[in-house]
């Protein structure tokens, strides 16, 4: 896929653009909002001062990447794993459907974190299967097959919980 | 809620926005140019600062100058007015005819009277 951000007004503009997809990756990756948060701020932060996209051919998948790549580097810092946070939103529901919102969270959850960052990367992200296997280092199609496991499962564990619900 | 296949359920997935992150916290480079415009500022404060220097010098506070020694086509009533820079600064933008009488009044104090035929500056005047 091309660079999609030429008619963007430099990093304010895919800071806007891609914020909220890059924001959700970044809480798949290590539950936590707050650490979620300063990953992303701190790429944007770094880009601005360093003007790193200058060379990158995927600009997109670049940030995905340079999120990830931030999280990971804390992550071995920190030498701990954290627990994903329950009640924090992650998403703005449609026609403030707040209960789908919890059980979308939930479901999504309840993945395996590989198949979760996967998911995050082609639905919410809109990235290719081969841009999300070039960013988690997988190949194309095991990106493809954990998408698929993993939809069937979110889909799966949703539809229970409607049901459970209704 | 019916069971949907991948292509439906994948849209209904994308009705759900992911939340926003919080705005960056600098400011960013739209309003990076601060060096250039606090420049401005500076230069535009001098310049001000300037001007009012200048109005200090022609309209002096001290003592008037002594001018015993020439005639002065001045009446003796007429009293110097002592008048602060912003009461000068509103008198000139909201009475433009009071504020040219003062001024020449000023003028009349502070400068040696060309009325007289003893008066150096008329004197280089008409050389």
New interface residues.
Partial sequence: MPPTDQSMP???GL?RQY??????FAISICGESSRA?DA??QV??KL?ETDGLKNALDTKAYLFASVRNALLNDQKSRQRHVAIEPDR??????DRDHA??QN?RRALQSLPDDQRQVVVLH??GELTFSQVAEILSISANTAASRYRYA?AK??EAM?VK?NSNA | ?P??N?EQ??KY??????????P???R???HAGGASSRSALAACAVACLAAVALVMIVLPRGPKPDNTQEPSAIPNNAQHTEISMPALTNLALDDHAAFDKFMTDEVQTQFPSMQSEQSALRVLAQE
């Fill in positions: 430099g990093i304010e800071y914020g909220g997809p890059l924001l959700l948060q992303v701020h944007f932060l601005m939103l992650w998403f703005e529901p449609p789908a919102e979308l639905i919410w939809l979110l889909r539809l409607e | 809620m069971e949907p991948d359920f994948e997935l994308k009705n759900f926005r992911p939340v926003d992150p919080e960056l916290p600098v960013t480079k739209k």
